[in-house]
């Protein structure tokens, strides 16, 4: 009885458009409108998983075990940030640029953001920014994109650091150093809209 239950939702949410079935795949197309960012409660669940086979989840689960003491201060970090209404902002801001491209917004306890885009994995993070910490909070937002990429095992995906405010004219040649040097992309918030380099553009179509 329960496999043909199983068989009737699924192919009820297949054609309702909501999911698409590949193989052994349930495959989610869209979200429900009620839903902005899919959140994974637990860190051992990986966001991109490339396998999904049992073995691939058994190792995040060894590597998030390994490192449980670094990702506690990671959790405890972004718990601080997104406390702040201009940090959770940013999110919903960028999670809706993404769902009007027809990706699907992912979250875990350390990062802010993620999605899938043209077959390729993007990680996000938030930074509010004042005239006083641009600096601490872009050198802060460089090593976690590089720390969060290591830990979910994902070195090809793009990089994206979103600022509150645009740079101020003393630093504006930190854009091109984390561009061209640090291979980061950089979008700042100009009021309720999204700004970025031209070259940075060509790249994150949905914004």
């Known amino acids: 009885m329960a496999p043909r239950r199983i068989v009737s939702i699924v192919n009820w949410l297949n054609e309702l458009g909501i999911t698409r079935s590949a193989g052994d795949l349930l495959i989610l197309r869209q979200l429900p409108d009620s839903i902005d960012v899919v959140n994974y409660a637990a860190e051992d669940e990986p966001l991109f998983p490339r396998r999904y086979d049992l073995a691939e989840y058994q190792e995040r689960t060894r590597t998030v075990r390994q490192n449980r003491d670094f990702l506690n201060v990671l959790i405890d970090q972004a718990a601080r940030e997104r406390a702040a209404s201009s940090?959770?902002?940013?999110?919903?801001?960028?999670?809706?640029?993404l769902r009007g491209y027809g990706a699907i917004p992912r979250s875990n306890r350390y990062i802010d953001l993620s999605a899938r885009v043209c077959n390729r994995s993007?990680?996000?993070?938030?930074?509010?920014?004042?005239?006083r910490n641009f600096?601490?909070?872009?050198?802060?937002?460089?090593?976690?994109?590089?720390?969060?990429?290591?830990i979910e095992q994902i070195p090809d995906c793009r990089l994206v650091l979103v600022l509150q405010n645009p740079l101020p004219t003393p630093i504006r040649w930190m854009?091109?150093?984390?561009?061209?040097?640090?291979?980061?992309?950089?979008?700042?918030d100009g009021r309720g809209q999204f700004f970025a380099s031209d070259a940075s553009r060509r790249v994150?179509?949905?914004l």
Not at 122 to 131: D, G, I, P
Not at 137 to 147: A, D, F, K, V
Request: net charge positive; glycine share 2%.
């Open 122 to 131: 993007h990680l996000f993070e938030m930074k509010s920014t004042t005239e």
């Open 135 to 150: 600096t601490s909070q872009i050198r802060r937002g460089l090593s976690q994109l590089y720390e969060y990429r290591y």
């Open 175 to 188: 854009n091109e150093y984390l561009e061209r040097d640090r291979n980061i992309l950089l979008v700042w």
């Open 204 to 206: 994150l179509p949905y």
């Open 87 to 97: 940090h959770q902002a940013l999110v919903n801001l960028m999670a809706r640029k």
